[in-house]
């Protein structure tokens, strides 16, 4: 695990974006960690900021998007950035889900946590593995891959959420 790490968030929820930070303060790691609220914003300041070279990307995504892919494409357009391993952050994350995340292009997926300290405990495990190298996937054919792996994982645990049939109280 490197001394000092920089990362980019993107996660729309302020209160997620805090917990992130404390995590990263409590590894004693981080030397930066900028948050941007929108994928768009992101490139934004990953274009105007030519200086910044984060050494992980964390994506949040509540379910699969094209917004996702697209700025997996653009990011991987960005010289510098090419290399920067991107992080799936979502609600859930399983291990079946790995295949689907990497052939989309991204590095790892991490679950975000309700507890600070498994987040800070699972972000120490991420940092300390060695990534494998991503590659820019065949647009087409690993984004529809993906979109429909991960929109399966989402439903079967959109279903797992929602209360039996009998319990829903109708007026």
């Not at 990263?24 to 929108?38: M, Y």
């Not at 997996?72 to 399983?94: D, N, T």
Request: with cysteine; net charge neutral.
């Amino acid at each position: 695990m490197r001394e000092k790490l920089t990362s980019l968030l993107i996660d729309p929820d302020r209160d997620r974006r805090n917990q992130f930070y404390l995590a990263l303060d409590l590894l004693n790691i981080s030397k930066a960690c900028v948050a941007q609220d929108n994928t768009t914003r992101a490139l934004e300041y990953l274009k105007k900021q030519s200086g910044f070279t984060p050494d992980y990307i964390f994506l949040d995504s509540l379910q699969p998007s094209d917004e996702a892919i697209l700025f997996l494409r653009e990011v991987r357009k960005v010289k510098r950035l090419k290399q920067v391993p991107l992080i799936w952050y979502a609600a859930s994350f399983e291990p079946a889900q790995q295949e689907a995340i990497r052939e989309a292009g991204f590095a790892a997926g991490l679950a975000k946590q309700d507890n600070l300290h498994k987040l800070k405990e699972n972000l120490k495990v991420l940092f300390q593995s060695e990534l494998q190298e991503t590659l820019v996937p065949d647009e087409l054919s690993a984004a529809t891959r993906f979109k429909m792996k991960m929109k399966e994982v989402f439903l079967q645990t959109q279903s797992l959420l929602e209360a039996p049939e009998h319990l829903l109280t109708h007026p």
